[in-house]
């Protein structure tokens, strides 16, 4: 069926560090892809979204690409901030019979001043 | 729009006793989620619905869940009778319709002592 796998975290990085979560999907079709973020005692929120392969969601300084070849919608950014602790999630949904939403695991970020 | 709203927010019972939890989608949302966030199992759909019918609970844990959707505005997901392994945080979702994004409501935190 279809899945999603992210990195494990936690990830720990400095303030205006490069991030990078790789997220790979596994579906039939042709999914649309989200990245949500939670902080801490709320609940998801939607931070960026691709509907077709070479799409490019972006916000709040944060990006990703739909790539169907390597089946992937990395979330990068390019100078994080103590403000983007948080925990990310990957996420597809399918547009076949099942029409489900799917996340992965999780990635918690904590960035150091 | 107020976004997706669920009640109550916290919610501590003893085991054994009934938990109701509710939920108000965003209105003109043809699509209503059930998930279920632990730290062991992370975030797990339960159960979703599609213009008020359900189709696919293959992850309500067992047969003590039980989810209703009476009409596009509300939706109930009851635990009966409760057990202290079902404390967790569960969130309703809604979304407008096939491949789109869902926006999530605030969470009601379970505690069953």
């Known amino acids: 069926g279809d899945s999603v796998t992210q990195m494990e975290g936690p990830v720990t990085l400095s303030e205006e560090a490069f991030l990078t979560i790789n997220c790979t999907y596994t579906?039939?079709?042709?999914?649309?892809l989200f990245w949500y973020v939670q902080y801490p005692g709320e609940g998801l929120q939607l931070l960026l979204k691709a509907t077709k392969a070479d799409d490019k969601g972006s916000n709040k300084g944060f990006e990703a690409t739909y790539r169907k070849e390597t089946t992937s919608f990395h979330l990068e950014k390019g100078s994080v901030q103590v403000s983007d602790s948080a925990v990310y999630f990957c996420a597809l949904s399918s547009r076949g019979a099942t029409n489900k939403l799917i996340f992965g695991t999780g990635t918690l970020l904590a960035v150091q001043p | 729009d107020a976004g997706v709203i669920q009640s109550p927010r916290h919610e501590v019972t003893e085991m054994g006793q009934e938990v109701t939890l509710r939920c108000k989608p965003i209105s003109g949302h043809d699509y209503l989620f059930w998930y279920r966030q632990t730290m062991m199992r992370g975030l797990e759909l339960l159960i979703y619905f599609n213009n008020n019918v359900p189709i696919d609970d293959s992850g309500m844990p067992e047969d003590r869940f039980s989810a209703k959707m009476p009409n596009a505005s509300f939706s109930t997901l009851k635990i009966q009778p409760s057990e202290p392994r079902d404390s967790a945080v569960y969130f309703c979702a809604s979304s407008r319709t096939v491949g789109t994004e869902a926006f999530f409501g605030q969470g009601t935190r379970l505690t069953v002592v």
């Open positions: 579906a039939t079709g042709y999914p649309s």
